[in-house]
């Protein structure tokens, strides 16, 4: 093609981009140039348009194309139980392995998101997996199951749940007989049951804030779509909402391999595209920190001479906010001889490390700083915890100095603080004895 050609070309799928993103908030750039080249193509085919002008120019004519447009750059197909052996994985090594699991750390809580979720099909798949693997140990647990989609339409009709055949394809017949009812119109409409145990909420997944604390999340057929950069953004979101061992699945046409994902994510079922989130051994990167953080921290080593004896262990489920706390630490002659991104993982590693100090988070998965506190308290009244949380609110700081905490510091703190926090606490401890 003519060099001119292609300049105006470009020029006029610049223009094209803007628009879209000023007038919907769709940001065209973010997805994989040829998908949405293509996609657009077939809207610009069907209403006649020899160029991107022209499409521009019907996209300021007729409101409904934009409508359309969304409609063909969002493919939306999904089945229950597509890709069946996927959800054979899911039911017969996820779910008992996470189950046992949650029993062993006494924990009632499940959460799920299905992220781009379409029509329904992918979370409902899942529900009636929770039901069946559960039966009547549902009720001694707390479900949330979140399904989410930027697609309007897709909520309204998984809302709706009521499915054609063709859907159903992948269903167990014990399954269409136990959760469907057949409608006149040949249509399969899903069990109330089934149905409540599902929250569907529009969410973006490039601008939208996540859910936290989640044992698995299902993001399928969904990731090929978008660019590498943006596709790194979801998986860090990801990462960082999951449990310190939660799941996640990946569609069977989509990799973690040629991501940073793959040192975040270990093979739970490599062929079924199950990923489990742990550390690979050896390595110490961090998605907040990568390997600099290590560089950094070895910076930072203060020699041994200069240490107070005061060992303390760092309770946050953010690293980057561990980091910060360790260097203010350091820089002051304190020790820090362990961290703990969760509450059970500081429970264990206060038994085994048995330092001087606790400096204790309270939003944190798997188990928060205030479950923690009391735990921690019951096994040493002597314990000397200092909290470190974002909450300000009143009835919180008392709780937690109720439960045995010494003080509590609100987030940002300044080294000074910190510091004098920690003094008055020794002072106080060592006077009373
Ligand atoms: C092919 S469907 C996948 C459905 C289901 N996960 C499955 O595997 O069967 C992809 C879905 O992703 C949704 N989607 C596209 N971009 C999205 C975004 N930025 N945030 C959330 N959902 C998005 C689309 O609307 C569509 O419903």
Known sequence: MDEKIIDQNNLEY????????????????????????????????????????????????????????????????????????????????????????????????????????????????????????????????????????????CLFKARESVYSKESLVNLKKEYLDRYFTILPNEKYKLSDEIKNMVIFKYHHLLKDISFPALDIIFCRNLLIYFTQEMKEQILEMFYKSLTAHGYLIIGKSELLFFSKARYYFYPFNSLEHIFRKERRKGLVKDYTGGERRKKWWWGLEQPKEKRLGVTVLIVDDSAFMRLTLKNMLIRNGLEVIGEAENGSDAVEKYKKLKPNFILMDILMPVEDGLATVREIVQNDPQAKILMVSAIGQETVVQEALQLGAKAYLTKPVTPDKLVATINSIISETTQKR
Not at 77 to 87: A, K, M
Not at 105 to 115: E, F, K, L, N, Q
Not at 130 to 151: P, Q, R
């Open 14 to 153: 610049t223009r094209l981009q803007k628009k879209i993103l000023k007038e919907r908030g769709f940001a065209l750039d973010h997805y994989n140039p040829d998908y949405i080249q293509r996609r657009i193509a077939v809207r610009m085919r069907a209403r006649n348009a020899n160029s991107y002008n022209e499409y521009i120019r019907i996209l300021d004519n007729d409101a409904q194309e934009y409508n359309r447009l969304f409609d063909a750059l969002t493919i939306n197909v999904s089945q229950f139980f597509r890709d069946p052996s996927v959800f054979e994985a899911v039911r017969t090594q996820l779910l008992p392995t996470l189950i046992r699991e949650k029993k062993q750390s006494g924990d009632s809580t499940v959460r799920i998101w299905s992220a781009g979720c379409a029509s329904g099909e992918e979370p409902y798949s899942i529900a009636i997996l929770l039901k069946e693997t559960l039966g009547v140990e549902m009720k001694n647990y707390l479900i949330s199951l979140y399904a989410t989609d930027i697609d309007h339409q």
